[in-house]
């Protein structure tokens, strides 16, 4: 910790949108300090330059990651907010005493084969692997309050295991789930691409990664962990003309006939000391969890037959919220610090 008792903060890969949100919100963190902000190809500029929504709030300016890493001493907490396959080389070249959540999905999958699988990378860091705890933080908040390394969960993860966890849990899930979830373009990076260009993306729909896509093997891996998940998961991604937000559909039987109302008190029961998870009426809206931490969810049955659907901001609940949530915890103050942000109307 600094003389003022704060919270001394890296985070590598600080010009990207996850980078963006987390200086959106550890900038005004009453317990944290940001010391470090790394980039790449806009290493060397103002923080407020490249994030003009923090313009005048900050002098930091964008460096390059220190080339020998164990002379980052003064950092308590490192952030990484960088593209698949860098946390994996960093991470282990950092100080121990260093206390680690990474938004990528380097340290997410427990099977090397599985994340090879979905990465197309070589894992080569096991042994540090198992030190990770994953950072779904409302099933997992009593881990992550000790942990040393967080795998911070996906964003489409982090909407569909809150939407499901309850259920699972319960006992009550039977045969296939199925999940049909959107996101926002912003999910993609900052960094443009032909699919995320705006004249392709606005006024159009469409699905992606059909049966590949690399968030579904850390859902069935994390719900096996929150209960007995013997299921079928057909995990289905589509792209939104928005900029923010997840929206995600999940269809699934139970066992026994379920009223809504037991439905719904199973997951305000599952939920009860969860702040940031919202029961609401009828559907969920990306409008109402966009820039917060929030996920609302809502719940309907008709007999066996079940759908829930929840929705995210995927930078925030499902990226930079999620990770300083757990940092958080992981430095015993208060899970809400910093983050008790509401979004506008409309
Ligand atoms: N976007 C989301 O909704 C979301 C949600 C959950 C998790 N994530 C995960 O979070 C991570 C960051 O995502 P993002 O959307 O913020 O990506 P992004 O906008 O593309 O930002 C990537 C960051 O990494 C830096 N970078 C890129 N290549 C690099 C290299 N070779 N060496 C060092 N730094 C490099 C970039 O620096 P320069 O810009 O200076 O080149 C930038 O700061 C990814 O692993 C992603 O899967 C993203």
Not at 136 to 153: C, D, F, G, H, M
Not at 237 to 265: K, M, W
Request: net charge negative; charged share 20%; aromatic share 10%.
């Amino acid at each position: 910790m600094s003389e003022t008792n704060k919270i001394r903060v890296a985070i590598f890969g600080g010009s990207g949108y996850g980078g963006s949100e987390l200086l959106r919100i550890l900038l005004f963190h009453p317990n944290a300090e940001v010391r470090l902000v790394t980039a790449n190809e806009h290493a060397g500029k103002a923080v407020g330059e490249v994030h003009k929504n923090l313009f005048g709030m900050t002098d930091l300016r964008f460096e390059k990651a220190p080339e020998e890493l164990l002379t980052l001493t003064n950092i308590d907490v490192a952030f990484f907010a960088l593209p698949h396959g860098q946390a994996l080389d960093v991470v282990p070249q950092l100080l121990p005493n260093i206390k680690v959540i990474d938004l990528s999905g380097d340290f997410r999958i427990d099977d090397a084969d599985v994340f090879k699988q979905f990465y197309k990378l070589e894992h080569t860091a096991t042994d540090l692997q198992t030190k990770f705890v994953y950072g779904l933080t409302e099933t997992n908040r009593e881990a992550v309050k000790s942990a040393q390394y967080i795998a911070n969960p996906g964003c489409f993860a982090t909407a569909t295991l809150l939407a499901l966890a309850p259920i699972v849990k319960s006992g009550m899930l039977t045969g296939k789930v199925i999940v049909d979830a959107k996101t926002g373009s912003s999910g993609s990076g900052a960094k443009p691409a032909s699919n995320t260009h705006h004249p392709q993306r606005m006024n159009s729909f469409y699905a992606y990664k059909p049966f590949t896509h690399q968030h579904v093997p850390e859902i069935e891996q994390h719900l096996k962990e929150v209960g007995s998940f013997q299921s079928d998961l057909v995990f289905m991604t589509h792209s939104l003309p928005v900029a923010r937000g997840i929206f995600a559909s999940c269809y699934l039987e139970t066992n026994v006939q379920l009223s809504n109302e037991d439905l719904r008190n199973l997951y305000a029961h599952f939920y009860k000391d969860a702040f940031f998870v919202r029961m609401v009426e009828g559907s969920p809206d990306i409008n109402w969890v966009k820039t917060t931490n929030f996920c609302d969810i809502a719940v309907h049955t008709s007999g066996k037959q079940v759908v829930v659907f929840s929705a995210i901001d995927n930078l925030v609940k499902g990226a930079a919220g999620q990770a300083v949530q757990n940092m958080n915890l992981m430095f015993g103050i208060g899970e809400t610090t910093g983050l008790r942000m509401v979004g506008t109307n409309p």
